[in-house]
C-alpha cells in the first residue's frame, strides 16, 4: 500500500469517485427507525447511500469479523432497502475484501 488508510479518507476519495461517475451519494447518513408512528434517532449512520438503493460501509481494519456483516445488515432493515456492500481497504487485495449482503430478495 502507497498510505495508511483511515475510515475517514476511504470513505471521501470513494464518494467523490462514485459521484465523479454520476452517481448520487449521501454520506453519514443517519439511521431512524419507526416506531408507533413515531421517528427514533438508533444512533446509527450509514457511511454511505448509493443513488437511494444501495448501502456502502467502508472500513480500514485489520480483519473484517461478523459484527461488520451484521451492522450493514442491521442499517438494511433500518432503512428496508435490498442491498449493501462492506468493503475493507486495509487489504493488499481489495478483491478479496468486498461484501454484498441482501436483505430479502432482490426483485428485478
Known sequence: MLFAP??????????????????????????????????????????????????VEVKAITEIVNIHHQQLLTYLKLTNLKLGILVNFNTNYISKSIFRKINGKLEY
Open 6 to 55: 483511515t475510515d475517514f479518507s476511504d470513505k471521501k476519495v470513494l464518494a467523490y469517485e462514485l459521484e465523479n461517475n454520476g452517481l448520487n451519494v449521501r454520506t453519514q447518513v443517519p439511521m431512524n427507525l419507526k416506531f408507533k408512528d413515531v421517528i427514533i434517532d438508533s444512533g446509527f449512520i450509514a457511511d454511505m447511500i448509493v443513488e437511494g438503493k444501495i448501502i
